[in-house]
């Protein structure tokens, strides 16, 4: 029997499809299929993807967001981001069921790149569902739960603090705030996750199991990363949690990541 989330020969499965959209949010993703087309045309669109609970099956109806990722023929531009902001006020300002709208941007020759081969290559192969066009993971290899996508993946956590400490101090309204939260709180569950993602053997991204299954072999740090995964789930505005997360939580997990799996390759 394979470990969980892995296919039978032990490669990561890819964990989303189009069959496991909630029905509340099937008219969500038509919209957004119908947009994204509208918007970007052949002449810009490789191909387009859902990931995140929707794909996955485990939205919630007013509380859970729609994320994208976009591939463009080329890197993208000025104008393409514009593009991809009006597209996520249109549809969050049309869709009750969703709590906001994330559009990721990349060129097809970064996703495809050596360099990204076991980050945003990864992203899309295994945590990307297919919505336009054809699947660039056809063109990617399969992957394993390994310290080396552990390293690619989230041996970068340092250099997010900085910014997360930036933000604490010039956001100061609540809906800010629970962004930030949100925001800070996922990245953390799911680098606690890969920490120990070698050494468990398995592949999920449900918040709740990545803060389980890091709580077996960090339980001094468990609930820590417990409270990480509600926040990532329903975000407060509370400072206190903020601070936790980004003053205590992350400088250590940061720590404890470099030491056990390396430094992300450096981007340029």
């Known amino acids: 029997m394979s470990a969980p989330g892995l296919n039978q020969d032990g490669t990561i499965a890819r964990e989303g499809a189009l069959d496991r959209v909630p029905p509340a949010f099937a008219a969500v993703v038509a919209a957004a299929r119908a947009r994204i087309s509208a918007t970007y045309g052949e002449d810009r669109l490789h ?38 902001r009006r597209l ?28 990204e081969r076991y980050d945003l290559g990864f992203f899309l192969a295994c945590l990307c569902t297919p919505l336009i066009g054809e699947d660039l993971a056809a063109g990617l290899p399969a992957y394993r739960p390994t310290p080396l996508l552990a390293r690619e993946t989230n041996g970068d956590l340092a250099l997010a603090i900085p910014r997360w400490r930036r933000r604490m101090a010039e956001e100061t309204s609540d809906d800010q705030r629970r ?7 996922r990245r953390l569950v799911r680098t606690g996750f890969t920490l120990v993602m070698p050494r468990w053997g398995g592949w999920t991204s449900d918040l709740g199991r990545c803060a389980e299954v890091f709580g077996r ?14 926040a990532g789930r329903t975000p407060t505005a509370d400072p206190a949690l903020l601070r936790l997360l980004v003053e205590d939580l992350a400088p250590w997990l940061a720590a404890e ?12």
Do not use: C, N, W
């Open 47 to 84: 191909s387009a993807y859902l990931y995140g609970s929707i794909p996955r099956g485990t939205a919630r109806p007013g509380s859970s967001d729609l994320d994208l990722l976009l591939a463009l023929h080329r890197d993208p531009t000025d104008a393409d981001r514009a593009d991809a």
């Open 88 to 115: 996520e006020v249109a549809l969050d300002d049309g869709f009750e069921e969703i709590d906001g709208v994330g559009v990721l941007l990349f060129g097809v020759p970064t996703l495809l790149s050596e360099l």
């Open 179 to 185: 962004s930030l939260v949100r925001g800070v709180a």
């Open 217 to 230: 072999y960090y339980p001094d740090r468990a609930d820590q990363l417990r409270t990480a995964a509600a």
């Open 257 to 268: 990541y470099l030491a056990v799996h390396g430094a992300k390759s450096t981007r340029g």
